[in-house]
T-cell receptor, first 112, second 111 residues
Framework: KQEVTQIPAALSVPEGENLVLNCSFTDSAIYNLQWFRQDPGKGLTSLLLIQSSQREQTSGRLNASLDKSSGRSTLYIAASQPGDSATYLCAVNRQAGTALIFGKGTTLSVSS | SQTIHQWPATLVQPVGSPLSLECTVEGTSNPNLYWYRQAAGRGLQLLFYSVGIGQISSEVPQNLSASRPQDRQFILSSKKLLLSDSGFYLC??????????FGPGTRLTVL
């Protein structure tokens, strides 16, 4: 059974810091991995999608890497801003169109 | 562009009452549709998914059901709510089984 773990559960940093959020999964047979952002009381915003054949994806200040063989992904946020404060969720699925298995998220707080 | 709607945004219901949550998607055809639940202190869990009209797969046995009467409409229902049904319900869509996009969610409180 696939399990997704995100470390740390919470993180507080001052504005301007570069930071890394970690995600690990127990079964390396994944189809793709997605990183999401969730603001309090809101739905999920998709940040990055990495297909199993890819090593990384970049969008603006965000960079996500995938090491499928070791069951790990990292989300790198450069030059953090207070607006980056949110919960970041990692999710994987086994096949196209099947359920996403989510981690419990990392809650990020960026202070000005 | 594609958009996804959910309603109501919030709902407070007594135990034993029925439930109907609706999700609609615009700007795409034949999407895969999903219902997830996010309960306090727990991660997101898939409840149902659908690959086409009338085709529903259930991931977790419970007193909830889902229906897909139209291509871009997905409904989550219950005949009698339980306290444990409280949570944040999220609808999502994808095309060709790729990236999933989520709606704004419905906050359900069962008293």
């Amino acid at each position: 059974k696939q399990e997704v773990t995100q470390i740390p559960a919470a993180l507080s940093v001052p504005e301007g810091e570069n930071l890394v959020l970690n995600c690990s999964f127990t079964d390396s047979a994944i189809y793709n991995l997605q990183w999401f952002r969730q603001d309090p009381g809101k739905g999920l915003t998709s940040l990055l999608l990495i297909q199993s054949s890819q090593r990384e994806q970049t969008s603006g200040r965000l960079n996500a890497s995938l090491d499928k063989s070791s069951g790990r992904s990292t989300l790198y946020i450069a030059a953090s801003q207070p607006g980056d404060s949110a919960t970041y969720l990692c999710a994987v699925n086994r096949q196209a169109g099947t359920a996403l298995i989510f981690g419990k998220g990392t809650t990020l707080s960026v202070s000005s | 562009s594609q958009t996804i709607h959910q309603w109501p945004a919030t709902l407070v219901q007594p135990v034993g009452s029925p439930l109907s949550l609706e999700c609609t998607v615009e700007g795409t055809s034949n999407p895969n549709l999903y219902w997830y639940r996010q309960a306090a202190g727990r991660g997101l869990q898939l409840l149902f998914y659908s690959v086409g009209i009338g085709q529903i797969s259930s991931e977790v046995p419970q007193n909830l059901s889902a229906s897909r009467p139209q291509d871009r409409q997905f409904i989550l229902s219950s005949k009698k709510l339980l306290l444990s049904d409280s949570g944040f319900y999220l609808c999502a869509w994808s095309v060709l089984g790729d990236q999933q996009f989520f709606g704004p969610g419905t906050r359900l409180t069962v008293l």
